[in-house]
Every structure is written in structure tokens, then in C-alpha cells.
């Protein structure tokens, strides 16, 4: 069996894996339910009702995927390790890296189904209420939604390798995600320190992904040129996963088990 | 040896692809309002930060909508029964609410808190530019809210229409003011009490016809009251129109 068709198989695996996990099943269940439940925060908007149901179910959506991402991503190794299924994995000739990659690759693929079913409901909803954007558009807010919660997971994976419970591992790619969406305020402000503070700053900068790059959906009303273009989005989501993945490898490497 | 040298080019590797991503990203911002400018409402502050952190303005300025929606839905002088807590339930005496004009001190900072979220809200600016110049009369602050909005808008000419309109409202120039909003009200985002107030003043300049189509638009109005004055106002106006003609 060549590296790829194991990748593939162990990213399969991880797919139908999550699939049947009632964490996951749960996540997505929840974020259907939370996306039919915008409906109730359209009415009190009246006039604004589309605008309202639009927003908050892609922002619903966007969550649900990363929940599932980041327990997924952050739960998966560690899993492996306290059920011992990695001895069994390791113990043939499956190379690191092929496990790393092949296990996230099948948690991306497993969150972008659940993204299409959810988003399948919201845009029938938006339909529905005749406030639905074009199918292009919605299916760009989706594909932003997926590389958000991508690169949340590729950072969930590199932490749960360092973090010493599951707990700490999600609220850490929790707390990083969070402040991605504040780069250019932090950027702002970290240009203002002095001193230690500052040198202590920007290197954080440096670290924290730019999550304002995928706000797609924010800029949907927005003048043309407003979005920096997937032109950015793209690489940058690449980069910062490998970046992530690459990591991640070198410290599994160093794993003794 | 070997494997100590590779080694390393994991880690130098994924330096690399970081620094690139971030060189690749620096600057690159969504062009809205900063969080210096901020604009948040007494008690506003952690549930605005909320919908940042979550990278969700829209969805922060269209709540931020609502409560302003329902801000100007209360009644101006909700609070001033000082019996109010020791009713029994259901012998409470019918409240004498003003329902017209009220001054709404609050509206304005409401409003600006809307726009800091969500500048490109046009209804939001349509809404709140019209409240306060037609039904609060204070047509200084109407303009101040359009003036947010061009400066995030600079091509949206029906901000412009409105701005005249206020303008000549203040001159009591019923004629030329239902002209300019007949144009802004075909704008799909502009407010039913635009819409309202435009079918008003065509009917009082003597415009039937066009007060009546205008009407006709509110009858599928999602505001109950709006779309039962619509039904009311087209039935006076019908035999004035045949009259005329």
C-alpha cells in the first residue's frame, strides 16, 4: 500500500469514524437546530427579517462546525492513545506523518459534509423566506466557514500534542481563535508597546491565525473589493495548516509509546 | 547523525509556511469601523466585544437593531405608574400611553452603536435617519446619522435623497419632499415608514394617484399597522381618484 492510499484509508476511516460518533451526530443535530431556531430571531427584526436569518444562521452554522472541528481534532490522538488503538496503528508500517495528516484530513472532510447538510437546511430556510443569496455566494460563505474551522482544527491537533487533557487542548484553540478575529486590533496595539511588553507582543502576532481573512459572509453587502480575495484566504489557510501540521509531525515523532 | 539533521526541517519547515502565511496576510483587514471608534451603549460593551470575538458585526448590529426597534416601540411613559408592581393581575387600570412624537433621548447613541457595528446597515441608516427628522422632528441628528453612512458609502445617492428630503421638511415643502423620497423608497432596503410617510405626504400635495400605488405597496407590509392604514387610506383615496379623473 502506497503513502497516499494510506493516508487516504486512515482519513476514510476517520471520516465514517466521526460519522457514527454521537459527539459529532450531536454537533451537527445541535447546529440544524440552532439554524431552524434563527428563524425566531428573524421575526423580531420584522422588516429585516431575511438580513437577520441570513446572519445568524451562517454564524450558527460557522460554530457548530467548528465545536465538531475542534473536539474531533483535539479528541482524536488523544483517543487513540488512552484506548491504545495507535499501538495497533504504529505498529504496521504507517509513517507518522501519514497518521497526523490522514486522521485530520478525514476530520476536515467529515466537518465540510456536516457544513453542506447544515447549510443545505439554512439556505432552504433563506429560500423559504425568499431572502436567499445567490447559490455562488452561499456557497462561498460555506467554503469560508470550513477554512475557519480547518485551520481552528489543524491548530486543535498541534495543541492536543502539547496540552495534557482534551479540556485545555479545545479552550486554547478556543482562546486563539477568538483573538484571530481581533489581528488588526492587536496589531494596532502591539505597535503602541514599549519595551518587553512589545518584544512579548509581536512575536504572539505572528502566531495567532488571521480569522478576519475568511469572514466572507461579513462582506457579502459589502462595496466591491471590501473581501482581501481567496486570492489570500486560499494560500493562507494552507500555509497556516501545514504550518500547524508540520509541527504537530515533529512532536509526534518525538513521542515515545 | 542523519536523522538528527532532518529533524530539524520539520520545524524549520513549518517556520517557514507560518512566516509566509502572515507575511501573506499582513494589513489585510475587512473594512470596518476600528475598535477605537467604538460606539457601544451603556451595557453594551462585553455583548458587542461578544460578536466581534465571534467575528459576527452583522449579526452584532442586526441586535443591536432589534433593541433599538424595541426601544422606540416602548412607550414613552412606561415607567411612570408608581402602583405599577401591586395590581392584581388583570385589574390594573387601562395605561394612558403617549403613543405619538416622545422625545427617545436614547435613540440617537442607539443608533450611532448600530452603524459602528454595521456602517454598510442601509436600512438601519434609512430607519433611524427617518425617525428621528420626520416623527422626532430633530433633523440635525437625522443628518448626522446619513453623514455615518456616506462616509462608509460614498456612492449611495439615495443617502443624498434623503438628506434633501430632511432638508426640505424643515420648510414645510410637502411637494418637492414627497419627489425626493419617491425616489429613495425605490430602493428595496428602504423602511415601510418611509414608504408611509412618502404615500402622506403625496396625498396632502394633492398627488392621489400616487399616494394610492404608494399604499398598495404596504399592503403586504410585515408591520400590521402599516398594512391596516394602507387598506384604510386606499379606500378614502379611491373615489378621490375617480373624481379627479
Known sequence: MNRLSLASELARHTFLEQWRSRYFQLMVIFGAALVYASLLLGQLAVEQEGRVLFNSGALFLELAALGAMLLGCASSILRDMESKTIYLILSRPVPRWIYITGNYLGMAAAVGAAI???????????????????????LLVMLAA?????????????????????????????????????????????????????WLAKPLLWVIPNMSLFNYRETLDLPPGAFPGWGIALPYALLYICACLLFSVWLFRKREF | MKPASTAWLLPAGALACLLAAQFMAEGKRLPYPGVSE????????????????????????????????????????????????????????KPEWKME????????????????????????????????????????????????????????????????AITYSKGQESARQAAELDRVIEDPDAPDMLRQLTAFLNKKSGNYRRAYEIYGTLLDSSNAGYAANAAAQRKILKPLIDKAS
Not at chain 1, 432552504?124 to 452561499?138: N, V, W
Request: hydrophobic content about 50%; overall charge neutral.
Open chain 1, 116 to 138: 453542506l447538510c447544515m447549510g443545505a437546511l439554512h439556505y432552504l430556510l433563506l429560500a423559504f423566506k425568499g431572502a436567499a443569496p445567490s447559490a455562488e455566494a452561499y
Open chain 1, 146 to 198: 470550513w477554512l475557519k474551522a480547518a485551520v481552528a482544527g489543524a491548530l486543535a491537533v498541534l495543541v492536543s500534542l502539547v496540552s495534557t487533557s482534551l479540556l485545555s487542548a479545545v479552550m486554547i484553540a478556543v482562546f486563539f481563535w477568538t483573538l484571530g478575529h481581533f489581528v488588526p486590533e492587536a496589531s494596532f496595539l502591539a505597535q503602541r508597546l514599549q519595551g518587553p511588553a512589545g
Open chain 2, 38 to 93: 467604538s460606539r457601544t451603549f451603556a451595557g453594551s460593551g462585553m455583548r458587542d466585544a461578544g460578536f466581534l470575538a465571534f467575528g459576527a458585526r452583522r449579526l452584532g448590529a442586526d441586535t443591536a437593531f432589534i433593541e433599538l426597534l424595541q426601544y422606540y416601540a416602548s412607550h414613552e411613559n412606561h415607567d411612570e405608574d408608581p402602583n405599577a408592581g401591586f395590581y392584581v393581575y388583570g385589574l390594573a387600570p
Open chain 2, 101 to 164: 412624537g416622545g422625545d427617545y433621548p436614547e435613540f440617537m447613541a442607539r443608533a450611532k452603536r448600530v452603524l459602528w457595528l454595521d456602517p454598510y446597515f442601509r436600512f438601519a441608516v434609512f430607519y433611524a435617519a427617518g425617525a428621528l427628522a420626520f416623527n422626532q422632528n430633530r433633523p440635525q441628528e437625522a443628518l448626522e446619522i446619513l453623514d455615518i453612512g456616506r462616509k462608509w458609502l460614498p456612492k449611495e445617492w439615495k443617502y443624498d435623497l434623503l438628506a434633501a
